[in-house]
Nanobody, 125 residues
């Protein structure tokens, strides 16, 4: 089981930026697909972004395309989510997730087997 720890959440005004980080405990991190999901109060968890093991394939939800960027540093066992032009509707708990096996589905949370505890992002209007 991979231990994942998110950081970087906080309170920001509309139009602001934040960078989330997710550090993995596993030394084989560079083999994993990594994803970011979020869950707002009263809503289901939703896909935000994902990145393959090498970092050369990235996937985004339509709602964040052009505003959020996912990246990874395999030497540091860390995946990032750079968020810009934040909107109040981006307010949610953001979760990092790891998939340690092959799957062609990057968008479903059921395809990820390890999760972090989440970090709160609040965007004020």
């Amino acid at each position: 089981q991979v231990q994942l720890v998110e950081s970087g959440g906080g309170l920001v005004q509309t139009g602001g930026s934040l960078r989330l980080s997710c550090a993995a405990s596993d030394g084989t991190f560079n083999r994993y697909t990594m994803g970011w999901f979020r869950q707002a109060p009263g809503k289901e968890r939703e896909f935000v972004a994902a990145i393959n093991w090498s970092g050369d394939s990235k996937y985004y939800a339509d709602s964040v395309k052009g505003r959020f960027t996912i990246s990874r540093d395999n030497a540091k066992n860390t995946v990032y989510l750079q968020m810009t032009s934040l909107k109040p509707e981006d307010t949610a708990v953001y979760y990092c997730a790891a998939r340690t096996y092959y799957s062609s589905n990057y968008y479903s949370g059921r395809e990820y087997n390890d999760w972090g505890q989440g970090t709160q992002v609040t965007v004020s209007s």
